[in-house]
């Protein structure tokens, strides 16, 4: 079982709700990530978090808006989604980026995203 | 630029014959590589990673990954497939231009395995 625990496991929302994904993780890393994936495609990095500050945003679009209110955990707040953002959302965590360039990413099983 | 490529979008084998998956990278520096596996439905799993010195690196469920330097590859390799090592590979190296370690990572475009009994 992984590590990092993401909730919901899937959501189905309309282009003028909004919603919120969470991420959380015990494992004490300082490195936390956002990733979108589309089927059969690798990941694409939307933004990363190092202690707790936002250090790379994608050129994601303001629809998403990441938050990490403490070292553990990790939310992506969406608004007016369109139906191309169907996607599965990946969290991940890693060690403090500072000289652990091979430290692994872990991840999360995602939120299954359904914009209708 | 750095970059990542997995020349074969599906590598079909027997179940009890080895395997091979294959990876290739462009880095400036010394190469900080990943395998992930991921299964229907879940995310990535991290299967082992690219130790400097160590040419053959052990990883989870059997596999292991040849480093090769001079053809800059990082396949990954499994003496015996399993049905269940059925999944989507995908190979990844850590981004270290322009200021170091981002977190950055760069995936290739991922392989199926299809391992049949």
């Known amino acids: 079982d992984t590590e990092v625990t993401q909730t919901p496991k899937h959501l189905v929302m309309g282009m003028t709700n909004k919603k919120s994904l969470k991420c959380e993780q015990h494992m004490g890393h300082r490195a936390m990530y956002w990733y979108k994936q589309k089927a059969k495609k690798p990941p694409e990095l939307m933004f990363v978090y190092s202690y707790e500050k936002l250090s790379i945003n994608e050129s994601v679009p303001s629809r998403f808006s990441p938050e990490c209110p403490n070292s553990s955990l990790l939310n992506l707040h969406l608004h007016a989604l369109q139906p191309e953002d169907s996607a599965l959302y990946l969290c991940?965590?890693?060690?403090?980026?500072?000289?652990?360039?091979?430290?692994?990413?872990?991840f999360g099983n995602g939120t299954r995203l359904t914009v209708t | 630029a750095q970059s990542v490529a997995q020349p074969e979008d599906q590598v079909n084998v027997a179940e009890g014959n080895p395997l091979t998956v294959k990876c290739t990278y462009s880095v400036s520096g010394n190469p900080y590589l990943f395998w992930y596996v991921q299964y229907p439905n879940r995310g990535l799993q991290f299967l082992l990673k690219y130790i400097t010195g160590d040419n053959l690196v052990k990883g989870s469920y059997g596999f292991e990954a040849e480093f090769n330097k001079s053809q800059t590859s990082f396949h990954l390799k499994k003496p015996s497939a399993l049905v269940s090592d059925s999944a989507l590979y995908f190979c990844a190296v850590r981004d270290m231009e322009g200021s170091g370690n981002t977190g950055k990572l760069i995936f290739g475009q991922g392989t199926t395995l299809q391992v049949k009994p």
């Open positions: 991940a965590s890693s060690q403090d980026l500072r000289g652990f360039s091979n430290s692994p990413l872990h």
